[in-house]
């Protein structure tokens, strides 16, 4: 099955990398590209891309703004947004991965790197190196307009096992790994992941990871290993 792919950046040289690298792979296709965030949006809905490579500074409707209106909409819930960044922790990647992005990464990145990205948020998993995270998280948390209380109620209507497997996922760890850490078969973990999501509301596991650190399941300083 095709992946389809649509490419939001206001330079339209860099569009021109990104479409020449992904529809040199079998299984990845441009449908469409914007060089705005409401040119992005608007033809979301239109080509039903499966995945958006969104840059963060665009005209008329930035990234981030654009991530959110995407994310927001019911009827693009199987659509999965992959933000790139001249840094790989920028201080407004969170807003994004708050309201649904599926991860992030710098635009630095290797061509090999960037097509496996694709792959693996179009497949519903989250691209997030722990290590930036903790990083990011750690500056929104420092911010005074935050209020975790709202999270740590939610995550304690979770089971041990569920907020288990939480700090888990907030430590990168797959499916597989968690399986193994845990003594499951990977079925039984993925249950446990996709009975979190459902609890919290989470469109995907970047979202679980975000919820971890900011209810205080998971320290900044003390990440689970």
Known sequence: MTIRV????????????????????????????????REAVDLVRRSRADVVLMDIRMPELDGLAATEEITADPELAAVRVLI????????????????????????????????DAIRTVAAGD??????????LIARFLAQPDVDPQADARRVGALTDRE??????????LSNEQIAQRLVVSPMTAKTHVNRSMTKLGARDRAQLVVIAYQSGLVRVAEPPR
Not at 163 to 172: D, I, Q, S, W, Y
């Open 6 to 37: 649509l490419l939001a950046d206001d330079q339209k040289l860099i569009r021109a990398g990104f479409r020449a690298l992904v529809d040199s792979a079998p299984d990845l296709s441009v449908v469409g590209e914007a060089a705005t965030g």
């Open 84 to 115: 790139l960044t001249t840094f790989e922790v920028d201080e407004h990647v969170f807003r994004a991965l708050r309201a649904g992005a599926s991860g992030f990464l710098g635009k630095g990145v290797e061509p090999s790197e960037l097509l």
């Open 126 to 135: 989250a691209l997030l190196s722990p290590r930036a995270t903790r990083g």
């Open 163 to 172: 907020r288990e497997v939480l700090a888990l996922v907030a430590a990168g």
